[in-house]
């Protein structure tokens, strides 16, 4: 099977340098890589097709060039999705380093099973983050925990990869080999079929960063039943997380409650257990965006006023999400 790239770009063109040779050295070559210029403006426009000049010959001339019209990760996803050529999409953040046999381990398990619609490894970052946590003081370990709890709620159990109402997504367990059945799959470096996107999209109403969009994909493929998607440790890969290209943190504030309040109203049933997990979890970030400034001393009234008034920000716009409206957001926070 031929596996497409598409990679969506906004403004890590020095990181980006990283992730192309990280394709180069793949021990299967992809049929093509597709990028998705994210909207990037000036230099960094003119520094990006630079580069992909440069690449053009390592690729064989199966490098291609989309300019997106606005700066919407979701958009830019469908956008590469609709041009790629091979039987598999395979999605990759532009600052992620693949291990060389990543996508042959991943490919491999399509060649087995024709069920499988979708498949991830494991990002190695989570590994060390593991590591970091059981390392932390025990104030900061209990304060950790207690977010949480109240963010994930059951996320406790290690043995299926499952998507909470909390709109928070349970791993396995990191300190064994695991090869599980998952409800949900990362755009990071994922590999999907292409035929799903004949039928699926990413929502297009999300913009800039566009914060649980892979959940709101994955989590419907898993609920309509369109085939099985894996979650391995076989293949691996570093994400670098940069952050170029990211939004600022009051922007995020306000992007992840109305983005997953959108998500809940669409992929989950507004039963009495779901309801209770979600609002708890809106707890749970009020409680995390509080304890960071804390723990970091980094007393700001600005910050923490943004940190109240954004969990409350999709009550006042409940009507538009529940129609699915979100271009209030896009009034407050207009893309760059």
């Known amino acids: 099977m031929q596996y ?3 990679m969506p770009v906004y403004q890590r063109i020095d990181e980006l340098k990283l992730t192309f ?3 180069l ?3 299967i070559r992809p049929l093509e890589l597709i990028v998705v210029d994210n909207n990037t403006k000036n230099e960094d426009t003119y520094r ?3 580069l992909i000049g440069i690449y053009k010959k390592k690729f064989l001339n199966n490098i291609s060039y989309i300019k997106s019209p606005i700066n919407s990760g979701a958009q830019a996803r469908n956008l590469g999705a609709m041009s790629a050529k091979g039987d598999l999409v ?3 953040d532009s600052d992620v380093i693949l291990d060389q046999n990543y996508y042959e381990i991943l490919i491999e398990y399509f060649n087995l099973d024709q069920n499988l619609i979708a498949i991830q490894g494991l990002d190695r970052s989570l590994l060390e983050k593991k590591d970091s946590i059981n390392s932390l003081k025990i104030i900061d370990n209990i304060i950790y925990h207690f977010e949480q709890f109240f963010e994930t709620t059951v996320l406790l159990n290690r043995k299926t990869c499952y998507v909470s109402a ?4 349970a791993h396995p367990n990191l300190k064994k080999d695991f090869e599980l059945e998952s409800e949900w799959i990362s755009t990071c470096a994922g590999l999907f079929k292409r035929s799903l996107f004949e039928k699926y999209k990413f929502p297009e109403q999300f913009i800039t960063y566009s914060n649980n969009e892979y959940l709101m994909f994955s989590y419907n493929l898993f609920k309509n039943s369109e085939g099985t998607m894996i979650y391995t440790s076989k293949a691996k890969y570093r994400d670098i997380q ?4 990211r939004i600022n943190r009051v922007q995020l504030m306000y992007q992840v409650q109305a983005y997953d309040l959108y998500i809940f109203l669409r992929i989950f049933d507004k039963n009495y257990k779901n309801i209770f997990t979600y609002l708890k979890s809106r707890l749970g970030y009020l409680l995390y965006y509080l304890s960071r400034l804390i723990l970091k001393r980094s007393f700001s009234l600005k910050l923490y006023f943004h940190s109240i008034i954004s969990i409350f920000y999709p009550a006042f716009h ?6 699915g409206d979100l271009s209030f957001y896009k009034k407050d926070f207009p893309p760059n």
């Open 4 to 6: 497409s790239i598409v």
């Open 25 to 27: 050295s793949q021990s």
């Open 318 to 323: 409940l009507l538009s999400i529940s129609k």
């Open 48 to 50: 990006l097709i630079n």
């Open 242 to 245: 940069t952050s170029k290209g």
């Open 166 to 169: 909390s709109l928070n997504v």
């Open 90 to 92: 395979a999605f990759l």
């Open 21 to 23: 040779e990280s394709i």
